[in-house]
């Protein structure tokens, strides 16, 4: 099985406005773009731009998180978040104006993110450790996440399709931490693409557990992403 990558996020001083002039094109119909950014890398070049970058609710979630690892990943992936959408878009990452779109489910303004008026899609998810950003010109949804403990597994396992949890009480326990991984960051990077996240039944999906790749979805293109020992990562894009 081929997996994406993604291309590490450059540090902010390289992100200037003479070099986003320079920077890639918006992606091309139908294939992500897809960045990697490490807490350890960048929270230093991070942290002196947070208060200019970010707007008032993002640096009140980021006072907000007790743990400094927490704090320091939300302010890596929302200041990356907004140079690379700053960059794609031309214009300055602290007038990016970011939303929400209505949940598919309630209809409340916790659905897919969103940059009204733009033909650009994005997705964001951090891990402990690390944030995937993934930038498309249809609905896009990206995970990453850490190989979870073996009692998670057995704790979230029910809750998976029934031919995933088939899937994964076949693998032989070791496998099964790295396996659960695959299932989990497929689903949810799908869910995210729908806009509904977890609020929709995990069981209604059959993303699969292969290691030769996800399951196909109508209408959908779910891959997993390379990102490194101890992560597993994947990366979903609605067709035209």
């Not at 907000?64 to 990943?73: S, T």
């Not at 031309?90 to 929400?100: A, N, T, W």
């Not at 690390?130 to 979230?156: H, K, M, Q, Y």
Request: with cysteine.
């Amino acid at each position: 099985m081929c997996l994406l990558s993604a291309r590490p996020v450059p540090s902010p001083e390289r992100l200037t406005p003479a070099a986003r002039a320079r920077f890639p094109a918006p992606p091309r119909p139908g294939r992500p773009e897809l960045w990697l950014a490490r807490v350890e890398d960048l929270r230093g070049a991070v942290a002196p731009l947070a208060d200019e970058l970010l707007d008032s609710g993002e640096r009140a979630r980021a006072a907000a998180l007790h743990r400094v690892a927490d704090r320091d990943g939300y302010r890596v992936a929302h200041v990356c978040l907004r140079l690379l959408l700053g960059a794609y878009l031309g214009v300055e990452p602290s007038q990016v104006p970011l939303v929400r779109r209505p949940c598919p489910v309630c209809r409340a303004p916790h659905g897919r993110p969103d940059v009204p008026g733009v033909p650009l899609c994005f997705s964001l998810s951090r891990t402990a450790g690390c944030c995937l950003l993934a930038f498309a010109d249809t609905a896009v949804g990206a995970d990453i996440e850490r190989l979870p403990a073996s009692d998670v597994v057995s704790g979230l396992t029910e809750t998976l399709h029934p031919r995933e949890a088939a899937e994964l009480a076949a693998c032989p326990p070791d496998r099964r931490p790295v396996a659960f991984a695959r299932v989990w960051t497929r689903k949810e990077a799908y869910l995210k693409g729908l806009g509904t996240g977890l609020g929709r039944d995990l069981r209604l999906d059959h993303l699969g557990a292969s290691a030769r790749g996800p399951c196909r979805v109508p209408g959908w293109v779910v891959d997993d992403v390379a990102v490194g020992p101890g992560h597993a990562a994947a990366v979903a894009v609605a067709e035209r």
